[in-house]
């Protein structure tokens, strides 16, 4: 390793209207090494990283490449220092080639015209060597969340980049399509670039960088290498105290099914099956996980026990009770909880006040109606209620949500759905995106709504939420059940590999 | 019904439907351009009108077409930039700063017109070329190449359009910006600049299909388009967003209106129904838009305003 980082980042502030975003922050990434920023959303890692790309301008510091100082004031600029992106939501035109996305932004060997063929060579070739396959002239939209983050990367290599930077880039993959990444970033290391990994996964962090530093609340908190840390005292130094990252979970005895679903058949936005023959049974008092990629039919799946989307075949009870293709309040009158996976788009309305979003669940109860009109007196004094119970942090009851953190606008929103314990509970993504104290005290909620004898549905994406909370995990593929399978026996790779799309040989 | 069925009448038929069709096609597509980068012109029609003006008086004062076209041009230009300032760099509404830059040529066409001219006086109008060979072959020779300069340019435009949309780097990013701007500027491509250029490109062709249409007609009145700049967005989505869908649905307006002009002429249809008629291209025009812009996926970023950072 040379004595001089490829990249240092010195002392860098940012501030935005009301937030430190950065605070006197120093970064620096080596040749042939992975430096992991680690931190918790808003700890600043991606503004950090804005930066570093040219996207936004600090107020103070500076950024040093190869020792020497220099001014990024937009991506043009970063590409050209030989820096590379993969973001974190996909930068992907989906309506354009592999090789046009490839290409686009930079000149043209053929002048005005495309040299796309130029391209789609450079790109098998590069392609072949850091084993990232792809045809360079497919459209971008028909291939796989896999495939796409390879197109990300081929963008950045095919521009030279030597200093890679990956926002979280393996949130949306398969446990086996994360080994295929590291495997491609260790030869990228091995070629003597250097990169900068952004993820709050733990065991991943753990298992890829060479250095670790934490962020949390804009400054650098700690520094840590993976031989040294554990990911007990990772999720320590992000979040400043001791934490749990699984929830102590008392023996419960399950009682009869809350929840079936059987034969399920619904459609997705674009027209295609989307749940196609999908049977399930949660019981009264278990915890049933369904992991699996984003975009296999769960969102669709949610949407269809909710009431919100039509069911074209199949069944769906809630204790007894058919509510197939119910509208969403007689669903709820039977006993359904909802926590949509759109936290801002579907679970609350953000420009209304925090009272005002706890009454659209109960807005229709009398003791909140005074001969029509709303009690406001009632109301405030209910949702005070709410609010302190489940320890939401808000300046007020009047408070927009909007203005509220990730994690306190979804303890409202549990706070609102879980009143008067509902006969079964589906919640979607329930901590994505939130900090882990609200996500560890939104899975406390969960287990004690467990043993209260709630059927809960919980829909993830991340797999050690799904291990760490459920009794059952089912895992869904193209919308269909590829298996069931018991947490406390199954190992990641097995779950891994069916939500792949493989099938158990034997299914318990 | 029998006179129509003539070889004369049917051939002036086709030959003027195309002849119709070429404002519809050059203001379609200019404003294809923009749509494909994401910016929505609703100002088409006021565009027109004023590029209409521009045209006709510049050809009342000088009395040559082809500057009078040229003026249109330079008036579509100028009108492209101010749309292209309001929607990119103010990223104002826009369907309402289109309907303002509407409603700004409607009424400033017609104030200039009665200030500067008053009487309607008629022009020249752009000469008949006739092809050498091409012209000959019978019927088609006469429907296709014996029309004005401006007809072969706007037809010439549609592949001129493909090409660049398709096969060079500049209808690369036209077409990344309108699907993805973020995607495009985190690979370096202004956003702005490329919205800058298809909006000018839209404002001079709306021009340039305005001044064509009242040096076509040789005559300027109140609202002389009639609202076919309005159409012309209709036949956007019609195309789908392509050149080639544009021309078809231009042409398709342009059949429909020269064979209900000619019913009226010659009495197929009584003057009582005529009105009735009239609204004829407009509603085939609706329906064939309904079936046909269902199965085509608009760009994503049609009408977003492009802002850096989530």
Not at chain 1, 254 to 273: C, I, T
Not at chain 2, 168 to 188: C, H, Q, W, Y
Request: proline share 4%; charged share 20%.
């Amino acid at each position: 390793m040379a004595d001089t980082p490829m990249m240092e980042m010195r002392a860098i502030t940012k501030r935005f209207p009301g937030v430190l975003a950065n605070d006197n922050v120093d970064f620096d990434v080596r040749a042939g090494e992975v430096h992991t920023l680690l931190g918790e959303n808003g700890a600043g890692k991606s503004t950090l990283m804005k930066i570093l790309y040219g996207l936004y301008q600090a107020d103070e510091g500076e950024v040093l490449l190869d020792g020497e100082p220099v001014v990024i004031d937009s991506p043009t600029t970063a590409i050209s220092h030989n820096i590379g992106m993969i973001h974190q939501h996909f930068m992907l035109v989906e309506t354009l080639t592999v090789a046009e996305n490839v290409a686009l932004g930079l000149p043209s060997s053929k002048g005005a015209f495309t040299d796309l063929d130029v391209v789609s060579d450079h790109i098998v070739e590069l392609g072949g060597k850091y084993g990232l396959d792809l045809d360079p002239s497919a459209v971008v939209w028909q291939l796989a969340v896999g495939q796409k983050q390879r197109v990300e990367i081929l963008k950045a290599l095919y521009r030279e980049a030597h200093l890679l930077i990956l926002d979280e880039p393996t949130a949306v993959l398969t446990p086996q399509e994360v080994d295929q990444l590291f495997g491609t970033l260790r030869q990228l290391t091995a070629d003597g670039r250097g990169l900068i990994f952004i993820s709050h996964k733990l065991h991943e962090v753990l298992a890829l960088s060479d250095r670790i530093t934490v962020l949390r609340q804009g400054r650098v908190t700690g520094h840590a290498t993976p031989d040294g840390a554990t990911r007990s005292s990772l999720a320590e130094m992000m979040v400043g105290r001791e934490v749990k990252l699984a929830p102590d979970k008392p023996d419960v005895t399950v009682a009869e099914p809350a929840l079936v679903v059987s034969g399920l058949e619904v459609y997705g936005d674009r027209g295609l099956v989307a749940v196609d023959d999908f049977s399930l049974e949660v019981r009264a008092g278990e915890i049933l996980g369904i992991a699996g990629v984003s975009g296999n039919g769960q969102r669709e799946l949610a949407e269809a026990i909710a009431g919100l989307r039509a069911v074209t075949k199949g069944s769906i009870e809630i204790a007894g009770t058919d509510v197939t293709n119910n509208r969403p309040i007689e669903v709820r009158d039977v006993g359904l909880a909802y926590v949509p996976e759109g936290r801002m788009k579907d679970g609350c309305i953000a420009s209304f006040t925090v009272s005002e979003n706890v009454l659209l669940v109960d807005h229709r109860e009398s003791r909140f109606l005074n001969r029509g009109l709303f009690d406001f007196g009632a109301i405030r004094e209910h949702s005070q209620g709410l609010v302190d119970e489940y320890s939401v942090k808000t300046p007020t009851l009047e408070t927009p949500v909007r203005s509220l953190s990730g994690g306190n606008i979804q303890k409202l929103i549990l706070a609102r759905e879980l009143e008067g314990t509902p006969t079964v509970l589906l919640a979607s993504q329930p901590t994505r995106g939130v900090d882990i104290g609200a996500a560890e005290y939104i899975h406390e909620r969960l287990v004690t709504q467990r043993e209260e004898g709630t059927a809960i549905l919980v829909i993830s994406e991340d797999l050690d939420e799904v291990f760490g909370l459920s009794d059952r995990i089912a895992v869904m593929y193209e919308g269909q059940v590829m298996g069931i399978v018991d947490p406390a026996t199954a190992t990641r790779e097995q779950v891994g590999l069916m939500m792949a799309g493989v099938r158990p040989e034997l299914s318990p | 019904m029998s006179e129509f069925f003539t070889e004369a009448v049917l051939i002036a038929t086709i030959a003027s439907g195309i002849r119709f069709a070429v404002p519809l096609l050059l203001a379609g597509l200019g404003e294809a351009y923009g749509q494909r980068s994401g910016v929505l012109n609703l100002g088409v029609d006021g565009v027109m009108l004023l590029g209409a003006f521009g045209g006709y008086y510049t050809v009342l004062k000088v009395g040559n077409v082809w500057i009078g076209l040229l003026a249109g041009l330079g008036v579509g230009l100028i009108l492209g930039l101010i749309s292209a300032f309001i929607t990119v760099t103010l990223k104002a509404d826009q369907g309402i700063s289109g309907i303002g830059v509407f409603l700004f040529g409607l009424g400033m066409s017609d104030l200039l017109f009665q200030r500067l001219v008053g009487t309607p006086r008629f022009i020249d109008t752009f000469p008949r070329i006739e092809i050498p060979l091409l012209g000959d072959i019978p019927w088609i020779g006469e429907m296709l190449f014996r029309q004005n300069l401006v007809v072969y340019l706007a037809f010439l435009a549609i592949p001129v359009s493909m090409v660049v949309i398709n096969r060079t780097t500049f209808g690369m990013k036209i077409r990344a910006v309108g699907e993805n701007p973020e995607a495009a500027d985190s690979l370096g491509v202004s956003v702005a600049k490329v919205r800058y250029a298809t909006m000018l490109i839209g404002g001079t062709l709306a021009g340039v299909a305005g001044a064509a249409l009242a040096i076509d007609l040789g005559i300027f009145q109140q609202n002389i388009t009639n609202a076919q700049g309005f159409i012309a967005i209709a036949l956007v989505y019609f195309g789908a967003w392509r050149p080639l869908g544009v021309m078809l649905g231009a042409l398709l307006y342009g059949f429909v209106n020269s064979l209900v002009i000619q019913w009226k002429t010659l009495g197929i249809i009584t003057d009582s129904w005529s009105d009735f008629a009239a609204m004829a291209p407009a509603i085939i025009t609706i329906l064939a838009l309904v079936v046909v812009a269902t199965r085509f996926r608009a760009p994503s970023a049609l009408t977003k305003p492009f802002e850096r950072g989530e």
